[in-house]
């Protein structure tokens, strides 16, 4: 696995069901939820180019995302960085400057994943996943 590698986005919304018909419609994406995203949420996965059945990108520079409620710091589109040790990411985003905006937390059986906030104000994502990529 690449450290850095950006490799998903989220949309924050105010309406998750509004939010899934307009990039259906518009662009096409299949809409999924999975179980297991935030405490008491399912996860809602934006398809936006073809996987294979283990849910693996077919095309190279691509990239999926999903569509999260809007909250506390979450406000603005969200680009998340694929990383090797999440505790280590963390730790390294503090020395150089930035901040934890969300503890890392764990997503089902897929990975763990924390926000944090650049030296520029901007809230980025990072994702230890726990399955192969």
């Known amino acids: 696995m690449i450290k850095g590698k950006v490799m998903h ?9 509004r939010a899934k018909k ?4 518009a662009f ?8 297991g995203g935030a405490p ?16 693996m990108l077919q095309e ?3 990239i999926n995302g999903g569509i999260i409620n809007r909250m506390g710091p979450l406000k603005h589109p ?18 150089s400057g930035g901040k934890i905006s969300v503890p890392k937390t764990a997503m089902a059986d897929m990975g763990i ?4 906030e650049d030296t520029e104000g901007n809230i980025l994502g990072l994702w230890q996943p726990t399955r192969p990529l």
């Open 28 to 35: 096409g994406w299949a809409i999924r939820s999975v179980p």
């Open 78 to 95: 969200i680009i998340t960085i694929v990383v090797d040790n999440v505790d280590k990411a963390i730790e390294e985003v503090k020395k």
């Open 40 to 55: 008491g949420q399912d996860y809602v996965m934006a398809t936006t180019a073809q996987t294979d059945e283990h849910g």
């Open 9 to 17: 986005f989220e949309i924050p919304v105010d309406r998750v069901d």
């Open 60 to 62: 190279k520079g691509a």
């Open 113 to 116: 994943y924390a926000y944090f």
């Open 22 to 25: 307009f990039y259906s419609e």
